[in-house]
């Protein structure tokens, strides 16, 4: 499965971006939970939310909950991130993941496939 992530670049702090993550193959991605991580620099990966296969559960790291939002178009093979109220410490590269179930887990080795990560930088 090849993920292509985009939507990231530059914005003030308060500001929101949206992200989006399309799958290249329809039937996988339909079938899985899929996830948005980062990594800051200096930092390992971490998860930031999390969506089911059918887009009824949902899941967050409480430093975005309210601030962030996962969704996902089956039809499109596209998850999105909406990002509000965007901070100095959501600085980071943001990647998309696949998983190999139904229901997603919070743990990088939960997900299979990767896209190539989206820059976000939040200027202070």
């Known amino acids: 499965v090849q993920l292509q992530a985009s939507g990231g670049g530059l914005v003030q702090a308060g500001g929101s971006l949206r992200l989006s993550c399309t799958a290249s193959?329809?039937?996988?991605?339909?079938?899985?939970?899929m996830a948005w991580f980062r990594q800051a620099p200096g930092k390992e990966r971490e998860f930031v939310a999390a969506?089911?296969?059918?887009?009824?559960?949902?899941y967050y790291e409480d430093s975005v909950k309210g601030r962030f939002t996962i969704s996902r178009e089956n039809a499109k093979n596209t998850v999105y991130l909406q990002m509000n109220s965007l901070e100095y410490d959501d600085t980071a590269v943001y990647y998309c993941?696949?998983?190999?179930?139904?229901?997603?887990?919070?743990?990088?080795?939960?997900?299979?496939?990767w896209g190539q990560g989206t820059l976000v930088t939040v200027s202070s």
């Open positions: 993941a696949s998983s190999q179930w139904t229901v997603p887990g919070t743990r990088v080795r939960d997900y299979s496939s």
């Open positions: 193959v329809e039937r996988i991605f339909s079938s899985y939970a």
């Open positions: 969506i089911n296969w059918s887009g009824d559960s949902t």
